[in-house]
Structures are given as structure tokens and as C-alpha cells.
């Protein structure tokens, strides 16, 4: 391979990458854009969903098998109920929280997250469970770049859901109602705006799209573990303060971003693969440091 | 009603605690089991806990040691320096007359000071880094095979296989640093080229990078030196990312987990392997026993942890006391132990005498001995 086709490879690598942590840092952003709070608990929401999924599947391919139709209808069920497990952390935890001060609620979403991993753990023992699906390893080669259709039907499912995102949140009615709500509560409860119903529809869209996330890790990477959102709930922190926390085109440039990065930081001679960690969240703390507000964020916010 | 409910069920819990304390009387023989029971290596932990605590029940029915029962407490070594650290000091300050355990040896390494200093005997099962010998103060016993032993094995499969360029993949804990180091010391000094040594960090679950790296240096064989969990995805991205030719496995890869999370990918792999229960003529019953027990299969090291036990119980036998010396000087004697995963003798670095590795090869998501 000329040093040509590595970088093309990393680039490909970088953007598959980079659409894994888009999608799990679109929650982050949501959640904080509408209500100030970093969830902390979002990378074991991703975890969960993995997990409902797979309890999904295992159902599911007794019948439909575990080829793409059983996977994507394991994606829709699982996006709803881990959805709906967001909402109801979101009213038991965080709703009476909500008028408390900013660091109580942060305070709150950490231990929202251990509690997540811990209910796991104790489920499957602190075991790695085997995500099967009947995908081959089968794929492209473009010059020497190698991609799998696994990976390009990944990349392309997590766009398509960036896009209708993107299209609900700036198309519709309840999408305004989330824009309006992120500027200013009050003034959206005297308009007649359902405040709380937004935050938690907020809360199911932002918690489902993590759950479709750790889905596609799971299709893609085969295993699963209790603890596999921690580092992604990091990255994907890094990867919405990058983009501008709160902005939602922000989170998916970020994550882009961050895939990039962590590839090409990767072919830098004379430093190894053991360095990629450093490169992220080398980057976060330059940034916090240089450009606290991200690339696409406002200049107002105010960071805990 | 309902805080009464709980508080009853609560001191409940308590009381049921205080007496689970207090099980062991002065007159059983207390023997501490250290292994991973969570964490990413909690399938091998569990296994050789069954193991350990089966040779201990079976001795009991026979009698017990010099007359006291043998009772077992298991500390979480968690496949982590820290917690094993901590679980070390708790079995020394329950005041355990012997250890057996030892998986990771990582987190086995900083523990074997703290038995050193309180002079414990110790049989370490499955840990079996280089660096635990020099470590050792004389109190701790290796009943698997070294590092040194399984280099042998690996660079004489690659020379079999023809094999030119070879990259090696670690994750730069203790065990897999280790083997990665002597592998590629011998495989460079042996006249060929390691193209690719590459460390990757624990835990993480996209490899694309590294697959990257490791396929530009078109290496003949790469030779994966850590854990099944993390490497079973470095196997199947490897494969994913069109790498065809051959892949080798470290013992502490042999499980079949691996190549359930693998699948397809670890079609045709290779792994150096420890004498595992299924290619142990001697194993049978314990094979048998353990199956009726738990309900599952022996993994890896469960016959080299029932060996473990039950040596421990030979030697505080053959001292004839349960001081503590008195059983370090009769492990140190041991001469041809008959074990179900074969005799064990001391070399005067407590290590095997005779090296117990075989290959196997994945075939139909099975490991079956190399022929």
C-alpha cells in the first residue's frame, strides 16, 4: 500500500467512525440544548440499547432471522423502548431536579449512569455478550481502500437518521416547539407550549438515536459489555463540544470531526494506536482552553 | 407499613451477612482464591473459582487436611493492579493460611508482594508472565507454563507455517507486553522481521486504525498476545478490513467466546493453549464432576485450578503442619505431583519444570488440537 491509499483507508475509517459518535453526541447536544444538562447517563443509554437489542434479536431470529430485515426491525423496537426508558429516567430523575441548581442535575445524570451500568453488570456478570448476525465480511474495493457493506449500509443508515433529525427539528411543529424551548422556557409556556411534553420528547428522540447507535456497534464490532458506553459517552461529549454543545448540525460535525482525527492521529510516525485517546481528548481540553463555545456554538453559553 | 417492611428485610440482610462472616471456625483450614469474578476477564475467574472450590468440596468429603475442613474465601483481583491490590490485603487481614489464584498478570504482580511480605504460600494456576519470576520471593508457586515456553511454541508454528514478516499486536498490560517482547526478541533474533508491533488500548471497540496500520506492512502473520474479549474484535476487523493470511491467538485468547464474538472471522485461527479439560485423558471425571456441578463447561484453566487446589492440599499434607513455612518448603520439594493436567515439579524459580503448551486451530466456531 502506497502512503496514499493508507491516508484514503484512515479517511474511510475516520468517517465511519466519526458517524458513530455523530449519533451519540445529537443526544447530548438535545438534551443540552433544551434543558442546560449534560446527560451523563447517554454513552449507557447507547449500552442499553445494545443490550434491549439484543434481547430483541434473539427473539426476532427465530423467525426473521438475524440477516439485515431482523436487524433493522430490531433497531426500530429497540430505538422505541430504550426511548421510552429516556423519558422515564428523564421524569423520575430529572424533572423534580430541574429547578434545582445546574450542578445538582449534573450530579444526578452520574448517578442515573452508574446506576445503568451497574443493573447490567449484576444481569450478565460482568460478561461480554456475542452480538450475532449473519453478515459477511463481503465489500468494495475502491483502488486499495477497502470498505465492507456492512460499513457503508452503517454510515449510510446513521445519515439518513441525521438528515430526518434535521428535517423534523427545522419542518415541523413539535420541531419549532424544541427550538422556541431552547431559547427561552418561560416565554414558551405563555405561548401555550407544552414544555414538559417537549423536554421529553426531546429526551425519546435523543435517547433513541444512542440506542441505534449502540445497535449498529453491536452489528458491527459483534460484543457487547456493560461498560462499552463509557469511553463512547466521553468521545462523544468531546465530540458535541467540539461542534458547539447545543447545536445540533454542531454535534455532526463534531463527530466527523473526531473520526478524523483519531484515524490520521493514528498515522503520525513514531506514535502508535495506543495514542488515539490522547489525540481526542488532547483536543478537548486545546479547545475548552482556546474555544470554549465549539465550532458552531453560541457565544452565550454557559459551561459547568 | 411500608419503611417497617424495609427495615425488617434490611437487618435481615445484615444479620444474614454477620453469619456469613462467621462461618469459618478456628478449626477449618481458611484458603483464599484470587481471580477476576468481574470485569472482562470474569469468564475466566468464575471458571477457575468452580474449580478450586470443586477440589476443595472433594477433599473435604475425603476427610479434609490433617483433619480441618477446608473452607474457601474468593477476593476480586477484577483483572486490575488496584482492585487486586485490595483484594490481596483483605485475604491476608482475614488471615487465610494459603493462597491459589492468579489470573491476569498484571494484577497478579503487585499482589505477590503483598503475600511475599506476609510469607503466604501461593499457587498461581494461570498466570504465567516472566516477570512473576523475578518478582517472586520464594513464596509463590507458577503451575502453568512460562512465557518462555509458549514463545518456543509460537516462532516454531510461524517457521512451520513459512512465515517471513510477522506483526505483533499487545495491549500493554504485563501479560500481553510480555509475551509480545520475547516473541518478537526470538522471531528477530531467529534472523526474520517483525514488520508491525503495535500496542492497542484496553476496552476499545473500533480497531479501524490499527487494521489500517497493520495491512499497509503486509505482514505473513499477525500473532495477537492479550485477552479473547478485545481480541476476538481486533480478529473480526481485521478480517473485515480484508486481511487474509494468518492470525495466532496467546493462551490467554483460548476460550470459546472468542470465537463467538468472532464468528466467521475466526475461521482457520490459531491459539496456543494450556492444556484445557477436553484434551486431558486424566480430566475425565473432573470433567464429569464439574459439568453436573455448574451446569456448563470447564474453560481453559479450570484443570489447572483444580491442580492448583488440590497440590496445596498435598503439600500442607506432606509439611504435616498449616505453618506457613513449613508448607512453602514442602510446595518447593514437590517431586512429580500427579495433576490432571500433568505432573508437576519445581525448577528452583518455582516455575514448571516441563512446559504443558499444545496449538489449536478454530474450525467450525470449535478449537481442535492442531495436527
Known amino acids: 500500500m502506497s502512503i496514499q491509499d493508507i491516508l484514503l483507508q484512515q479517511l474511510a475509517n475516520g468517517l465511519i467512525l466519526g458517524s458513530f459518535y455523530a449519533l451519540v453526541a445529537l443526544g447530548y447536544t438535545m438534551v443540552y440544548g433544551i434543558i442546560k444538562l449534560l446527560n451523563f447517563a447517554h454513552g449507557d443509554l447507547y449500552m442499553l440499547g445494545s443490550f434491549v437489542g439484543f434481547i430483541i434479536l434473539s427473539f426476532l431470529s427465530d423467525y426473521i432471522g438475524s440477516g439485515w430485515a431482523g436487524i433493522l426491525c430490531t433497531m426500530v423496537l429497540s430505538m422505541i423502548v430504550v426511548g421510552f426508558l429516556g423519558v422515564l429516567i428523564q421524569r423520575i430523575a430529572y424533572v423534580p431536579m430541574l429547578s434545582a441548581p445546574r450542578l445538582s442535575i449534573l450530579i444526578t445524570a452520574l448517578a442515573v449512569s452508574m446506576v445503568l451500568y451497574n443493573t447490567v453488570m449484576a444481569f450478565t456478570d460482568g460478561q461480554y455478550l456475542a452480538f450475532k448476525t449473519d453478515l459477511g465480511f463481503e465489500g468494495v474495493e475502491l483502488g486499495n481502500v477497502f470498505v465492507t457493506y456492512t460499513q457503508l449500509t452503517l454510515v449510510g443508515a446513521s445519515i439518513s437518521l441525521m438528515v430526518v433529525l434535521q428535517l423534523f427539528v427545522h419542518k415541523t411543529l413539535y420541531g419549532k416547539a424544541m427550538r422556541a424551548i431552547a431559547i427561552d422556557q418561560d416565554a414558551c409556556r405563555l405561548m401555550g407550549i407544552n414544555v414538559n411534553k417537549i423536554i421529553a420528547l426531546t429526551f425519546f428522540i435523543g435517547t433513541s438515536l444512542a440506542a441505534a447507535a449502540g445497535i449498529m456497534a453491536g452489528t458491527y464490532y459483534g460484543s457487547i459489555h456493560f461498560f462499552m458506553g463509557f469511553v463512547i459517552g466521553l468521545k462523544a461529549f468531546t465530540a458535541a463540544v467540539i461542534g458547539g454543545i447545543g447545536s445540533i448540525p454542531g454535534a455532526m460535525l463534531g463527530g466527523l470531526l473526531l473520526g478524523l482525527l483519531e484515524s490520521f492521529g493514528t498515522q503520525i510516525p513514531f506514535i502508535g494506536t495506543e495514542w488515539k485517546d490522547v489525540f481526542s481528548f488532547g483536543i478537548l481540553i486545546l479547545l475548552l482552553v482556546f474555544k470554549p463555545t465549539g465550532i458552531l456554538g453560541k457565544t452565550e453559553i454557559e459551561r459547568m | ?371
Open chain 2, 1 to 371: 407499613m411500608k419503611k417497617s417492611l424495609l427495615l425488617s428485610s434490611v437487618s435481615g440482610a445484615l444479620a444474614g451477612l454477620l453469619m456469613l462472616g462467621n462461618v469459618a471456625t478456628s478449626a477449618d483450614l481458611k484458603i483464599g482464591i484470587m481471580v477476576p469474578t468481574t470485569g472482562s476477564e470474569a469468564t475466566y475467574g468464575k471458571d477457575m473459582e468452580n474449580a478450586i472450590n470443586l477440589a476443595a468440596a472433594e477433599i473435604n468429603k475425603a476427610g479434609g487436611v490433617l483433619g480441618q475442613k477446608i473452607v474457601t474465601m474468593t477476593g476480586d483481583a477484577a483483572c486490575d493492579p488496584q482492585q487486586a491490590t485490595s483484594a490481596a490485603s483483605k485475604l491476608v487481614s482475614a488471615d487465610v493460611t494459603a493462597v491459589v489464584g492468579g489470573y491476569c498478570s498484571g494484577a497478579t504482580m503487585p499482589t505477590m508482594k503483598i503475600y511475599g511480605d506476609a510469607n503466604i504460600p501461593m499457587v498461581i494456576p494461570a498466570a504465567n508472565s516472566t516477570k512473576l519470576i523475578d518478582i517472586n520471593q520464594g513464596n509463590a508457586f507458577q503451575i502453568n507454563s512460562t512465557g518462555f515456553d509458549q514463545v518456543k511454541t509460537a516462532v516454531g508454528l510461524f517457521k512451520a507455517k513459512g512465515i517471513k514478516k510477522l506483526a505483533i499486536v499487545h495491549q500493554g498490560d504485563g501479560y500481553s507486553e510480555d509475551l509480545a517482547k520475547l516473541t518478537r526478541e526470538k522471531w528477530t533474533a531467529m534472523g526474520n522481521e517483525v514488520v508491525a508491533y503495535e500496542v492497542v488500548n484496553k476496552g476499545e471497540q473500533d480497531q479501524s486504525a490499527l487494521v489500517t496500520r497493520v495491512k499497509s506492512k503486509a505482514p505473513d502473520a499477525v500473532f495477537w498476545t492479550a485477552y479473547y474479549a478485545d481480541g476476538a474484535m481486533v480478529i473480526k476487523q481485521l478480517r473485515q478490513g480484508g486481511y487474509r493470511n494468518l492470525i495466532a491467538v496467546g493462551d490467554g485468547s483460548n476460550s470459546p467466546k472468542l470465537l463467538e464474538i468472532a464468528g466467521k472471522a475466526a475461521e482457520g485461527i490459531y491459539c496456543f493453549s494450556n492444556p484445557t479439560v477436553e484434551y486431558l485423558p486424566a480430566a475425565k471425571s473432573f470433567h464429569t464432576n464439574y459439568k453436573a456441578t455448574y451446569k456448563q463447561e470447564p474453560d481453559a484453566y479450570a484443570a489447572l485450578s483444580y491442580d492448583g487446589m488440590k497440590l496445596m492440599a498435598d503439600a500442607i499434607t506432606r509439611a504435616g503442619s498449616t505453618d506457613k513455612a513449613a508448607i512453602i518448603k514442602a510446595l518447593a520439594a514437590t517431586k512429580e505431583f500427579t495433576g490432571i493436567a500433568g505432573p508437576i515439579s519445581f525448577t528452583d524459580k518455582n516455575t514448571l519444570a516441563r512446559s504443558n503448551f499444545v496449538i489449536l486451530v478454530a474450525k467450525d466456531g470449535k478449537w481442535l488440537l492442531n495436527k
